[in-house]
């Protein structure tokens, strides 16, 4: 019996995006190859490292990464469409070797983007796979979006969170999809008095480098704005509560849709809502229960080997 295509569907969602790691890891442990991969956001950047070959030097990479190393990657400007320029985290793709273009990989491989004018999903598929999956991570308000054959490109997660359809299209028979953000609704409000202090704090080291930004005379000012700002009030949710629940949300929603239309053959669901937007430092977590998710999954997996 000759084995079916498989095609690997990683979806959106930040620090998730760690889970996906231990997916694959124990995918093919368990002897399921995929053929195709392709990926939204996070899921891009994983999906780009295993078609490199160079999944295992991301693990090491984020398994050590600290709030500093995470913090490191964000060149703050104030303009430009974005909070964050995103030529660092080019940078460090480039140190990994996740850099090749697309079409020089062995297997087909595509990262989804969306056209801020027209507001279209784009399925990037040739060129340099680091700039690809650089405008399917430019998360609107906090990357800037990238210029690319003549379209603007934010993050593909505001279309296609979890690219079932790009992976039948590039001729996949069987589709593995992975929802990071099947269970984030609900979750309770963060408090921010729990989270750790001082600079190795992620939002500490992101105002900051906002503020090092400014003249040295607008500096205190803005330090006095950007706290009342980011202070969590008695009875109102803060900043970043505001800013990452509102993300879940439409994530959520537009996932729903999206996998109402086309729907997988497996679809995996690591339990990841204690996972904050950017807690990349508990990568080793999220990489176990990307690997717990697929134990799970085996009997049904265990069927397209």
């Given amino acids: 019996m000759i084995r079916p295509r498989i095609g690997l569907a990683l979806g959106s969602g930040s620090a ?90 062995s297997k087909p491989f595509a990262a989804v983007a969306t056209d801020l004018r027209t507001g279209r999903e784009i399925w990037l598929q040739a060129g340099p796979i680091d700039e690809a999956v650089r405008a399917s991570l430019a998360l609107p308000g906090i990357f800037s979006p990238v210029a690319l054959d003549s379209k603007w490109l934010v ?66 000012h803005a330090a006095q704005i950007a706290s009342r700002l980011l202070t969590k009030g008695p009875t109102a949710p803060g900043y970043f509560d505001v800013l990452t629940n509102s993300i879940n949300i439409m994530q959520d929603q537009i996932t729903r849709s999206r996998l109402a239309g086309a729907p997988p053959h497996v679809l995996l669901v690591p339990r990841l809502a204690d996972f904050g937007l950017m807690e990349f430092n508990r990568a080793k977590e999220a990489i176990a229960e990307g690997r717990a998710c697929v134990q799970q999954a085996l009997p049904m997996l265990q069927r397209y080997k």
Avoid at 77 to 83: D, E, H, P, T, V
């Fill in 16 to 105: 998730r995006g760690c889970a996906h790691i231990g997916i694959i890891d124990a995918l093919l442990e368990a002897g399921i190859e995929p053929d195709i991969i392709c990926g939204t956001s996070i899921g891009a950047l994983v999906g780009a490292a295993h078609v490199a070959g160079r999944l295992p030097a991301l693990q090491q990479w984020v398994e050590a990464a600290t709030w500093r190393d995470v913090a490191s990657l964000f060149d703050v400007r104030l303009s430009g469409g974005g909070l964050i320029d995103g030529k660092r985290v080019t940078e460090l793709l480039g140190t990994l070797g996740i850099a090749a273009p697309i079409e020089s990989y």
């Fill in 155 to 220: 993050d593909g997660g505001l279309t296609n969170p979890v690219p079932v359809s790009v992976c039948r299209a590039l001729g996949a028979e069987v589709v593995i999809a992975v929802n990071l953000n099947g269970d984030l609704l609900g979750r309770r409000f963060q408090d921010e008095a729990n989270l750790p202090a001082g600079p190795e704090h992620i939002s500490g080291e992101f105002v900051q480098r906002m503020l090092n930004q400014l003249p040295a005379s607008l500096q205190d």
